[in-house]
C-alpha cells in the first residue's frame, strides 16, 4: 500500500517533526488516503516490479522512489504488535549527524555533503518484547569469621551459615533483536529505547521508512528473554547476600513463566558510506538520536594537516633564531 493525498493526489509520509502525515507537493497534513496494492510484487504508484524477499514490510520503489508497504506482511497473524514511531526526522538526523563529526579535522569532505547524506533511509527493525515473571531459589553456604587475641594467643572463629533465598520478580517488555538483516550487535548498542512511547501498530508509522519483519519467531527468542531476566534476578539476589566472608553456591534453582509476547518495530537511521572501496556503517536511533560508527580519516587530508604542522613548526623555529640573532 501507499498514502495519496486526498487533496492532490501526491504521495503522503510521515513526518517525525510534526508526528502527522504530510504531502510535500502540497503541504497537507494528515491529508491521506489508503491505495492498497493489487499485487505483492507490483510498486501501487507505477506498477514496476517490486522485490519483498524473505522479510522486507517496507521498501522504496526503485522506478518511482515512493516508499510502499507490503499490505500482507502487516495482515493478520503477521501485523506488528506495536511500534515506536521515528521522533528524529530527516533533517534533525542530518543536523545530529553535523554536529557530532563536522569538527573531525581527517574526515573525508564527502561524509557530511548532502549528496551521501540524502542516501541515509531509516528502517523499523523487528524486536519481540517479552513480559514474563522469574522464581529463583538460592541454596548456600556463608562464612564469616572473627579473629581476636587475647594474652599470647590468637583466637579465630569461623561461623558456618546456611544461606537461603527466594526470589520473585516480574519483568515487563524485555527486548530481543529478531532481525536477520541488521548486523549483529547493532540493536544492542542502539539501546537504550523509551518503551512508554511504543504506540499501537499503524501503517501510515511506516509510511516513508523501509522495514523489516521479525526472521525469528518469538518461540525461537524467548530463551534469550528468559537469560536476560536471569541475570537481573541473578543480580538482584546477590545484592541481598551481604556480610559474609565468602558465599559458596550449593544449589541455584531458575525458572521463567512468559505471560506476554509482543512483535514491535523500533526506529534506526542507517547510513552505509563507502570510502576507498570500504564501508562504515553509522546508525542514529530513530527516537534518542543516539549515534553509532566511526568516521574513516582521509589520507590526503591528513597528509596536508601534517606538513601545514610541519611547516608551522619550522616557521616558529626560524623566528626564534632571528630573534636571538643568529640569523
Ligand atoms: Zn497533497
Ligand atoms: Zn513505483
Not at 522469574?134 to 558456618?160: A, H, I, L, P, Q
Request: proline share 4%; aromatic share 12%; glycine share 8%.
Amino acid at each position: 500500500m501507499i498514502f495519496i493525498c486526498k487533496n492532490c493526489g501526491g504521495t503522503t509520509v510521515y513526518d517525525p517533526d510534526v508526528q502527522k502525515m504530510h504531502c510535500s507537493y502540497c503541504d497537507g497534513l494528515d491529508s491521506e488516503e489508503i491505495r492498497k496494492s493489487e499485487q505483492m510484487s507490483a510498486c501501487p504508484s507505477c506498477g514496476a516490479p517490486v522485490e519483498a524477499g524473505e522479510v522486507s514490510l517496507a521498501k522504496k520503489c526503485n522506478n518511482c522512489g515512493n516508499y510502499i508497504i507490503f499490505d500482507e506482511r502487516v495482515e493478520g497473524e503477521s501485523r506488528p504488535h506495536l511500534i515506536l514511531p521515528f521522533m528524529i526526522g530527516r533533517e534533525k538526523m542530518k543536523e545530529l549527524l553535523q554536529q557530532e563529526f563536522r569538527k573531525k579535522v581527517f574526515m573525508p569532505d564527502s561524509f557530511l555533503s548532502e549528496r551521501k547524506l540524502q542516501t541515509i533511509e531509516g528502517i523499523y527493525v523487528p524486536f519481540w518484547l517479552y513480559d514474563l515473571d522469574t522464581d529463583m531459589e538460592y541454596e548456600g553456604k556463608g562464612t564469616s569469621v572473627r579473629v581476636w587475641n587475647s594474652g599470647e594467643m590468637e583466637y579465630t572463629e569461623t561461623s558456618f551459615y546456611s544461606v537461603n533465598r527466594k526470589m520473585k520478580a516480574e519483568f515487563t517488555r524485555v527486548p530481543v533483536d529478531a532481525s536477520l538483516n541488521m548486523e549483529d550487535g547493532i540493536m544492542d548498542l542502539m539501546e537504550p529505547y523509551d518503551y512508554s512511547a511504543l504506540s499501537d501498530f499503524k501503517e501510515k508509522y511506516l509510511s516513508g521508512f523501509l522495514g523489516e519483519k521479525y526472521g525469528l519467531n518469538a518461540e525461537e527468542l524467548e530463551k534469550r528473554a528468559s537469560e536476560k531476566a536471569q541475570l537481573d534476578t541473578e543480580n538482584l539476589l546477590n545484592n541481598s547476600i551481604q556480610g559474609y566472608q565468602s558465599v559458596t553456591p550449593v544449589r541455584k534453582d531458575f525458572r521463567t513463566n512468559i505471560k506476554i509476547k509482543e512483535y514491535a518495530l523500533m526506529p534506526v537511521w542507517k547510513y552505509d558510506y563507502q570510502y576507498r572501496g570500504k564501508q562504515y556503517l553509522f546508525h542514529i536511533n530513530g527516537q534518542t538520536g543516539k549515534i553509532i560508527g566511526d568516521v574513516p580519516i582521509s589520507l590526503p587530508k591528513a597528509i596536508v594537516y601534517s606538513l601545514t604542522v610541519f611547516l608551522g613548526c619550522g616557521a616558529l623555529i626560524q623566528l626564534v633564531l632571528s630573534f636571538l640573532g643568529v640569523l
